[in-house]
């Protein structure tokens, strides 16, 4: 089904958005400082969000539904434009934007974005380079799956995020541990759809650097908004994000072949709008796609980019939305983000030592996302960061040294978590 209108009808934008997304508020508030009511879709009617609880309420495990439902809201509250802003969100937001003539990617290369699996094979298809990889059943007796496996190896869910579930094999043993880990984790993960419960991807391991990369397609060109090192070696068995780093300090050369290589992945997957978020290893001179999302970069890590004439990233993704093209022009300092990792399983009693971090040169803030008495939760299985340190400098080692020390003036105080064991005795 597709509505005929026009993107000048009104200045309202639809934010589709998962209920807890921490993305909500920054987009609301860009979305009001370039004049644009939005207006959110996402479920939860109660929820503490106000922008939630008063927006399009919809069950987002129901897409035809849910689509149906923004179609027939927008008739009568006509939009200009359609954001997801999260991987759970993106195919959801392609579909309500063609049905309205809107800004939009194909619904298929935003589910590519969002899949491991299909976004590898739709890369070799294209001859970008990718690790070697198989798909395997959780259904089906490992071992043979295994066979003619090259070590070591990583096992991933085929649509998770944040590293979640991503465990480094350097044999078939600790390979079928990996699987049983990663699939016990992805099996609590109810919304997702019952194949990618039980399945895995297992590919080959790809040793070198990594680096981020964020973008913005206009009409298939990529404009590239930043280029981010992860000074820190990510080698396994788990990979916990930390630092990121901008502007690269990686040679010219190999800068170009990242946004070339980004660039190559849009077009096989069909992405030509909007916000994209790519991981790359960087390995014998050349750089392998790890990830390539169509969404803005993860944790709070969107407030680390400013660009001139006073916007945000979340201000150029929302206007490109709406069909205005602003040229992003870079901050001419460096910055840095640490997301701060979970040392430890257990209660958090307290964080000690964060106003000596907030004291450290060029650290700009130190946010402490986690309350006293929340579970800490490492990863593999962890869905979130303790916090996170933000740095501005003249120059990136400045910004990373920054990170560093404000880093090593914290202390994490956790108490263990108490467990019941059934059969004891009662009072």
């Given at each position: 089904?597709?509505?005929?209108q026009?993107?000048?009808?009104?200045?309202?934008?639809l934010l589709?958005?998962?209920?807890?997304?921490?993305?909500?508020?920054?987009?609301?508030?860009?979305?009001?400082?370039?004049g644009?009511?939005?207006?959110v879709?996402?479920?939860?009617?109660?929820?503490l969000?106000g922008?939630?609880?008063?927006?399009?309420?919809?069950?987002?495990?129901?897409?035809?539904?849910?689509?149906q439902?923004?179609?027939?809201?927008v008739?009568d509250?006509?939009?200009?434009?359609?954001?997801?802003?999260?991987?759970?969100t993106?195919a959801?937001?392609s579909r309500?934007?063609?049905?309205?003539?809107?800004?939009?990617?194909?619904?298929?290369?935003a589910v590519?974005?969002?899949?491991?699996?299909?976004?590898?094979?739709?890369?070799?298809q294209?001859?970008?380079?990718?690790?070697?990889h198989?798909?395997?059943d959780?259904?089906?007796?490992?071992a043979?799956?295994?066979?003619?496996?090259?070590?070591?190896?990583v096992?991933?869910p085929?649509?998770?995020?944040?590293?979640?579930?991503?465990i480094?094999?350097?044999?078939?043993d600790a390979?079928?541990a990996?699987c049983?880990?990663?699939?016990a984790i992805?099996?609590?993960?109810?919304?997702?759809?019952?194949d990618?419960?039980?399945?895995?991807l297992?590919?080959s391991f790809?040793?070198?650097?990594?680096?981020?990369?964020?973008?913005?397609?206009?009409?298939?060109?990529?404009?590239?908004?930043a280029l981010?090192d992860?000074?820190?070696?990510?080698d396994?068995?788990?990979f916990?994000e930390?630092?990121?780093?901008?502007p690269?300090?990686?040679?010219?050369?190999?800068?170009a072949?990242v946004?070339?290589?980004?660039?190559?992945?849009?077009?096989?997957?069909?992405l030509?709008?909007?916000?994209v978020?790519a991981?790359?290893?960087?390995?014998e001179?050349?750089?392998?796609?790890?990830?390539?999302?169509a969404?803005t970069?993860g944790?709070q890590?969107?407030r680390l980019?400013r660009?001139?004439?006073?916007?945000?990233?979340e201000?150029?993704?929302?206007?490109?939305?709406?069909?205005r093209?602003p040229?992003?022009?870079?901050?001419?300092d460096a910055?840095?983000?640490?997301?701060?990792?979970i040392?430890?399983?257990?209660?958090?009693r307290r964080?000690?030592?964060?106003?000596?971090?907030?004291?450290?040169?060029?650290?700009?803030?130190?946010e402490?996302?986690v309350r006293?008495?929340?579970?800490?939760?490492p990863?593999?299985?962890g869905?979130?960061?303790?916090?996170?340190?933000?740095?501005?400098?003249p120059?990136?080692?400045?910004?990373?040294?920054a990170?560093?020390a404000?880093h090593?003036?914290?202390n994490?105080?956790?108490?263990?978590?108490?467990?019941?064991?059934?059969g004891a005795?009662?009072a």
């Amino acid at each position: 089904m597709r509505l005929s209108q026009s993107r000048r009808s009104a200045e309202r934008l639809l934010l589709i958005a998962p209920p807890s997304s921490y993305r909500i508020t920054p987009y609301v508030e860009a979305a009001r400082r370039l004049g644009v009511e939005p207006w959110v879709v996402s479920q939860g009617e109660h929820s503490l969000v106000g922008d939630v609880a008063a927006g399009l309420h919809v069950d987002l495990s129901r897409p035809e539904q849910s689509l149906q439902r923004i179609l027939d809201a927008v008739r009568d509250r006509p939009v200009a434009g359609v954001v997801g802003t999260d991987d759970a969100t993106v195919a959801l937001a392609s579909r309500a934007a063609a049905a309205l003539g809107l800004i939009h990617n194909a619904p298929e290369s935003a589910v590519l974005s969002r899949r491991k699996d299909l976004a590898r094979a739709r890369l070799a298809q294209a001859d970008v380079p990718v690790p070697a990889h198989r798909v395997v059943d959780l259904d089906r007796p490992l071992a043979p799956q295994f066979d003619g496996l090259a070590f070591p190896c990583v096992v991933k869910p085929l649509s998770l995020s944040g590293s979640r579930g991503v465990i480094r094999a350097d044999n078939p043993d600790a390979l079928a541990a990996a699987c049983r880990r990663s699939a016990a984790i992805v099996a609590c993960e109810t919304a997702l759809p019952e194949d990618e419960r039980r399945r895995l991807l297992v590919e080959s391991f790809v040793p070198g650097p990594e680096v981020a990369l964020e973008g913005m397609l206009e009409g298939g060109h990529l404009r590239v908004l930043a280029l981010f090192d992860k000074p820190d070696p990510l080698d396994g068995p788990f990979f916990e994000e930390t630092y990121y780093i901008a502007p690269s300090r990686l040679d010219a050369g190999l800068q170009a072949r990242v946004a070339q290589r980004v660039a190559e992945a849009c077009a096989a997957y069909g992405l030509r709008e909007g916000p994209v978020h790519a991981e790359l290893r960087l390995h014998e001179g050349d750089a392998w796609i790890l990830e390539v999302a169509a969404r803005t970069i993860g944790g709070q890590c969107a407030r680390l980019l400013r660009f001139g004439a006073g916007f945000g990233l979340e201000e150029l993704v929302l206007a490109h939305a709406l069909g205005r093209s602003p040229v992003p022009v870079p901050a001419a300092d460096a910055a840095g983000v640490l997301m701060i990792p979970i040392p430890r399983g257990g209660l958090l009693r307290r964080v000690e030592g964060v106003l000596a971090a907030r004291k450290v040169p060029f650290v700009k803030e130190v946010e402490i996302s986690v309350r006293e008495g929340y579970e800490l939760v490492p990863l593999p299985e962890g869905a979130s960061y303790l916090g996170f340190i933000f740095a501005r400098a003249p120059t990136p080692a400045q910004a990373e040294a920054a990170l560093r020390a404000s880093h090593a003036c914290l202390n994490v105080v956790t108490a263990p978590l108490l467990s019941v064991h059934a059969g004891a005795a009662s009072a």
